[in-house]
């Protein structure tokens, strides 16, 4: 009896223990979709009572990703992350947060400068995260294993197919005529914003798919 009672001791004690501190993926999609929607807050506030309709847009859009978030949380299966993926939260985080806060200062104070070498480098300001996202992107890319690549990938795929498929579609419907008058520089500053948007919502969803045949 003693014996069996050390054997399931020596059992308990050689699992793998779930350390409350260890960042897990469930916990890392909840954290981004909270901040996602914390971060559309100021956009859709600013947006409303400045009357500035791309900060609403931009609210809506970030609000939209950061609930997608959410909700891939809840169903994701809680995993300990590897110290690839904690690293490229550690870039993605700050990256994101200066994208916001320059693309609001730049759409604000743009229309104001008189100078144009002035206006040219504010309006380029929310290019430096953007290219600190992107990379984080590659190198989290590089180091990942096999499966975690192809999982990368396929959702890149899914992201730049969704996205080119959509921005056409949008490019056809004022063919029809139907009072619908957007400029070629609003549609082509929400290019990079939805394509990152749709590959934050298909990575998860594409892991799932690949962790339920495992």
Same mark, same amino acid.
């Given at each position: ?56 847009? +931009?609210?809506?859009? !970030? $609000? ?5 978030? %959410?909700?891939? @949380?809840?169903?994701? &299966?809680?995993? /300990? ?34 100078? +144009?070498?002035?206006? !040219? $480098? ?5 290019? %430096?995260?953007? @290219?600190?996202?992107? &990379?984080?992107? /590659? ?76």
């Amino acid at each position: 009896m003693i014996a069996s009672m050390d054997d399931h001791r020596s059992r308990r004690m050689s699992r793998p223990s779930k350390s409350p501190s260890k960042l897990t993926n469930r916990r890392a999609l909840a954290m981004m979709g909270g901040v996602a929607v914390l971060y559309a807050l100021p956009c859709l506030i600013a947006g409303v009572l400045g009357g500035r309709r791309w900060l609403v847009t +931009v609210g809506v859009v !970030v $609000a939209i990703t950061g609930v997608a978030w %959410l909700l891939c @949380a809840h169903f994701s &299966r809680e995993e /300990v992350l590897r110290p690839v993926h904690v690293r490229y939260l550690r870039e993605f985080f700050p990256a994101m947060a200066g994208y916001v806060v320059l693309i609001m200062v730049s759409g604000t104070w743009v229309p104001r400068m008189e100078s +144009v070498p002035a206006r !040219v $480098a504010l309006a380029a300001l929310p290019l %430096l995260p953007i @290219a600190l996202l992107i &990379r984080a992107m /590659v190198r989290v890319l590089r180091d990942q294993d096999e499966l975690e690549r192809r999982i990368d990938l396929e959702a890149i795929a899914i992201a730049a197919m969704s996205t080119a498929f959509g921005f056409f579609s949008f490019g056809l419907l004022p063919l029809a005529d139907i009072g619908w008058h957007v400029g070629g520089p609003t549609v082509a500053i929400w290019v990079m914003p939805c394509l990152f948007a749709i590959f934050g919502i298909a990575k998860p969803l594409v892991a799932r798919r690949y962790r339920d045949h495992e």
